[in-house]
């Protein structure tokens, strides 16, 4: 079985300026590993033809693909189209989908065409054209002795719809890829050393299967993966995600490239449960996560801020007897913190958090760090004491996952 | 005067895979263009002997210095230091100072060293050794025909503690780089296109100096860049300074790569004033920014997200009135909202959002996006509508600045 290989030239100046974080290249190399087709090289270069000639050349004897973004400009007398023709030895013609295309284009947006977009038009004389749904220029194709030759657009909502809707099904079908078969198991609240010494006696049964275990701020994702189209092994890869779903139940929130948030606010949508949260270690990370989803006002009726004393006692009814004999970083006040949000506000669920983010407020016996993150489902409740790092955004991000979850957690009993 | 040229080598599978975004070359090539040492390619591969080799080959033709980041495990049989032996036609030799540096290293957490430690100190026999002071592999540094060569770990925290301590100035020194004069004025509130127009003027009398406008979601950052050592062009780089900063006043928040929330809290901290806040809009995330700047605890008191009407009456004292009459999305509703949680809270100051973050929530009269923004200082108060778009996350960044920003111009009276 041949393996193939791929390879990613960026062709941008701001990248090479450090203004832009090259995600471009992220995002490919993710999509053509997931089919198979793993990426050996990744170039960045600024949009010169000496410079684009020479990446392609040193490509070419390389990569079985080659996907190029960037550099495709409007103007006729672009850089990168003009490498293009003499590397290809071809040279320019009018594509008459994508003058139709760019028509469309700035119709819909109530803009009249000029001499400059009729140039867009006029490509260089590739094997085939992919068109733009999304934007003007669109993606070249070429094919020389058996190597696949893509040329997208930089823009990454313009180059991830090419790659996603087009490439890697003409890819898998050119270069006859075996498939591969991933699953994901996304886990929160346990070490990856411990997640790992739980799970090891089933993986060492699946040595076919490879496995991967990626830590996160947040928790840690399992990754299996499988090459063949044996049905045999299909099977056996169903047998070990079954055996590591049962083993690990507590702990996976989801088998889908989502964030805790959505997996929680899924659940409160389902059981039409409603929910305040009550933050102060945290600062308002919690209700900011849970409104990056979209429709979470059907059950985020409030969150209430409470970093000072004050509020505390005022907004959430913590009692200033409990903040004098336990402080405002205690087990005790994260509970009264927890109850009365939810009584305040009238929800079935409730979360709180409560310690110190750092890098300052330390005493002698609390350290940065401490973290203190309580959560009610109807009349039943839990509180749990954390001890996280000395880095205050990472510590509000563990904080906040561990409320979302422990409320996750208890309302689905876990 | 010659333009020097640099080059990234990024040894790396969780880069290749997509799993890591390389951040690395982002940082390097920012520092090295500050020091006017343009990255003209960067190039990332998978720790593999002959991969190596002919990344270094191909380096060397082109640049005069070469940064190598990854690859540098542990272990003697180690790939890179295998290739770069081979590379450079040297032998491997155990460095005194790096044994030295890893057992500190160890002894500080109290760690036993092992044999494996031992073999950290075994390194390809280079011209120079830049200590590692965050971690224990250190940078092996080479000099070629002019050419120089540095291998450093891919761990970040380490990487950035040697460009920025040590090959900086290293470099500087060895090519007898011109200095790089570049200044930032980082604005908000107003679009590029209108900046550009009102600096426009000023801009054309000073052609010898480069000057980029960068747009971010969050407003435009103003670069101006002179690579000179001539005293008379450094004294005219002032005065455009001078000029664009009078000009741009009301829209410069800052000359320093800081956030608007660390600008709006140094200048709460230094008049000792007091905030609070209630966001419907941005659900939590200008309480999340502020929290996230560290003593942030002396002028937040609380922030409220009020997400349900219910929760905009009784925790801001909203009037069911006012909601009936001009719905919660509305001028009106916004201050009686920043309103309500000054007294309620009793702060100096407070700022207020609500609208319609979308995807969903629109009618027929309002749209996603539309979102009024109001702050007040003491007695004085603004309110302002915004027209945004209809992505979710950028319309709450895009109201949390504002948000700041209308309370910080208040403050200054702008």
Redesign the interface.
């Known amino acids: 079985m041949k393996q193939f290989k791929a390879e990613i030239i960026s062709i941008g100046d701001e ?9 471009n ?7 053509l ?1 997931s089919i198979g087709l ?9 949009d010169q033809h000496n ?1 684009i000639m020479q990446a392609l050349e ?1 490509a070419a004897r390389r990569a079985d693909a080659v996907l190029v973004t960037g550099g495709l400009g409007p103007t006729p007398d672009d850089l990168t189209k003009k490498a293009i023709c003499d590397y290809f030895k071809v040279g320019m013609r009018q594509d008459a989908e994508t003058l139709e295309n760019v028509l469309h284009f700035l119709k819909a947006r109530g803009i009249k065409p000029t001499d400059l977009n009729q140039a867009q038009a006029l490509i260089p004389a590739c094997d085939m054209v992919i068109p733009n749904r999304v934007g003007t220029a669109p993606c070249l194709v070429f094919e020389r002795n058996g190597r696949h030759f893509f040329f997208m657009p930089g823009v990454p909502g313009e180059m991830k719809q090419m790659v996603s809707d087009h490439i890697l099904d003409y890819l898998k079908e050119q270069l006859s890829l075996t498939p591969v078969h991933t699953i994901l198991l996304r886990t929160t609240g346990i070490p990856e050393s411990r997640l790992y010494e739980k799970l090891k006696p089933i993986l060492e049964g699946f040595p076919e299967i490879q496995t991967a275990f ?1 830590p996160r701020y947040i928790g840690v994702d399992i990754r299996f993966k499988l090459i063949s189209d044996d049905p045999k092994k299909i099977t056996r890869l169903k047998e070990l995600e079954t055996r590591i779903r049962s083993e690990a139940k507590k702990y996976i929130i989801t088998d889908q490239p989502i964030e805790l948030e959505q997996v929680l606010g899924d659940l409160l949508h389902k059981k039409e449960l409603s929910l305040s ?1 009550a ?1 102060s270690f ?7 996560l ?3 989803i ?4 059907d059950y ?9 004393n ?2 505390k006692v005022n ?1 959430l009814g913590v009692s200033e007897k409990t903040l004098e004999q336990f402080g405002a970083v205690s087990r005790e006040t994260a509970l009264e913190m927890v109850r009365g949000v939810q009584k305040r ?1 009238g929800t079935d669920c409730a979360i709180s958090t409560t310690g110190i ?5 330390a005493t002698d016996v609390k350290p940065v760090g401490l973290c203190y993150v309580a959560a009610r489902f109807r009349d039943k409740e839990i509180v749990k004491e954390f001890h996280f790092g000395t880095e ?2 990472i510590n ?1 991000k563990r904080g906040a996952v561990a409320g979302l979850e422990l409320l996750r957690r208890l309302i689905l009993e876990q």
């Open positions: 990248v090479l300026a450090g203004y832009t974080v090259n995600t290249a992220t995002f490919i190399s993710q999509k590993l793993p990426v050996q090289w990744v170039t960045t270069i600024s410079e040193s990626l949260v933050e945290t600062g308002g990370l919690i209700s900011d849970l409104t990056n979209p429709g979470s006002s985020l009726m409030a969150g209430l801020v409470t970093y000072s004050a509020s907004l506000i983010a750092g890098p300052g407020g205050r955004l509000k």
